[in-house]
C-alpha cells in the first residue's frame, strides 16, 4: 500500500475515534450538579448542669518553734585531705617483631570460654544427616547433629567437635579433610 494512502487512513480512524468521544459530551446538556437541601443530621447539644467548683480555702500549719537540735554522733568531723600529685610513669619501649601474630592466637585468647566446632554438612533430610554423623563416628572423631527450624522447614547440621583450643579444633578439621575428604567450616559453638 501507498505512504500516503497509510497516513490518510490513519489520520481518519483518529478523527472517527475523537467525533465518538466528543460529539456526544457536546449534543447532550451538563447534567446539573445535586443540591444538598441541608444538613443530613442536625446537632445535638446534651444539656448539662455543669457543676460549680468548690470554693478553695487556704489552709496554714504552723512551724515549730524551737530550732532544730544537733545530735552528737561521736564521730569526728570530715577534714579534707590534700591531693596527692602522682608522677606520669615513662614511657616503656616495646619492641615489636616484624612478622604477625598467628591467626590462631588471636581467635582462642579473644575469648577463653568460647568452643569450637567443624561443621561439615547441611542436610534437608534428617536420614542423610544421620548417615554422614555415623560415618565420622566410626572413624573416632566427636560428631553430632543439629536441628535448626526455618520458614522452609527443618535444616540439619553436622558438626565435629566442640574443642575449647582454636587450635586443636583446627587439627580436627585438617584431619577431617585428610581421613574423610570433608571440608569443613570452623564456627563458635553456641
Request: hydrophobic share 40%; proline share 11%; aromatic share 6%.
Amino acid at each position: 500500500m501507498d505512504d500516503w494512502l497509510k497516513q490518510r487512513l490513519v489520520g481518519a480512524v483518529v478523527l472517527v475515534a475523537l467525533g465518538v468521544i466528543f460529539i456526544p459530551m457536546l449534543i447532550e446538556p451538563p447534567e446539573p450538579e445535586p443540591e444538598v437541601a441541608g444538613r443530613l443530621y442536625d446537632p445535638v447539644t446534651p444539656e448539662v448542669d455543669f457543676l460549680e467548683s468548690p470554693e478553695i480555702t487556704e489552709v496554714t500549719i504552723p512551724l515549730p518553734e524551737e530550732p532544730p537540735t544537733v545530735v552528737d554522733t561521736g564521730l569526728a568531723p570530715i577534714e579534707p585531705r590534700p591531693t596527692e600529685v602522682v608522677a606520669e610513669p615513662a614511657p616503656v619501649k616495646v619492641e615489636t617483631a616484624n612478622k604477625p601474630a598467628p591467626v590462631e592466637a588471636k581467635a582462642s585468647q579473644g575469648d577463653s570460654l568460647t568452643a569450637w566446632v567443624v561443621q561439615v554438612g547441611s542436610f534437608k533430610q534428617q536420614q542423610n544427616a544421620l548417615a554422614l554423623r555415623d560415618k565420622i563416628r566410626k572413624r573416632g572423631f566427636t560428631a553430632f547433629v543439629e536441628r535448626i527450624k526455618s520458614a522452609s522447614g527443618a535444616t540439619y547440621r553436622v558438626r565435629v567437635g566442640p574443642e575449647m583450643s582454636y587450635t586443636r579444633i583446627k587439627q580436627r578439621r585438617d584431619a577431617l579433610k585428610s581421613k574423610l575428604s570433608l571440608k569443613g567450616v570452623i564456627m563458635k559453638h553456641r
